[in-house]
């Protein structure tokens, strides 16, 4: 069984407030402060789940230097009230950060759910994603 400490309860907390307050951001029409409070919120909840040292070596990666410098781009950007460029650079950075991580949420996500639409979806964008 996994254990999962206070630290990353807590995390796990500050990260799902950190997402709400984006996406609340994004549908008060790119509210800057929002966003803002939602990207630190959310680095500060990964920072919290996997530990400093492990996100600064999950970041800082030869093979996701590209992502990593238009995610943290776009979260200074926002920072700088500049919101809707900033979610821009920063849709693209996130995507390219975790583009390995999608074949394997799909494939999860085809097993739990049961259902023969959504199941065929997902083995589809399995399928055609890579892992690299």
């Known amino acids: 069984m996994l254990s999962i400490t206070e630290w990353q309860k807590i995390g796990v907390g500050t990260a799902s407030f950190g997402v709400f307050f984006i996406l609340f951001g ?9 966003l803002a ?9 990964l ?8 996100t600064f070596f999950f ?7 590209k992502g990593t ?15 809707l ?13 975790f583009k390995g991580f999608f074949p394997v949420a799909f494939s999860f996500l085809g097993n739990a759910f ?13 399928d055609t994603s890579s892992m690299v």
């Not at 970041?59 to 230097?65: C, G, P, S, V, Y």
Request: net charge positive; aromatic share 18%.
């Open 37 to 45: 409070f939602g990207n630190l919120l959310f680095l500060t909840g």
């Open 69 to 83: 410098s238009f995610f943290l781009g776009g979260v200074a950007i926002v920072l700088l009230r500049w919101p």
């Open 59 to 65: 970041f800082f990666q030869r093979h996701k230097l």
């Open 114 to 126: 049961n259902i023969p639409f959504l199941s065929a979806l997902f083995q589809r964008l399995q």
């Open 26 to 34: 994004v549908l008060l029409y790119f509210d800057t402060v929002l």
């Open 85 to 97: 460029l900033g979610m821009c650079l920063e849709t693209y950075g996130f995507l390219s950060l």
């Open 47 to 54: 920072s919290l789940i996997i530990g400093l040292r492990r």
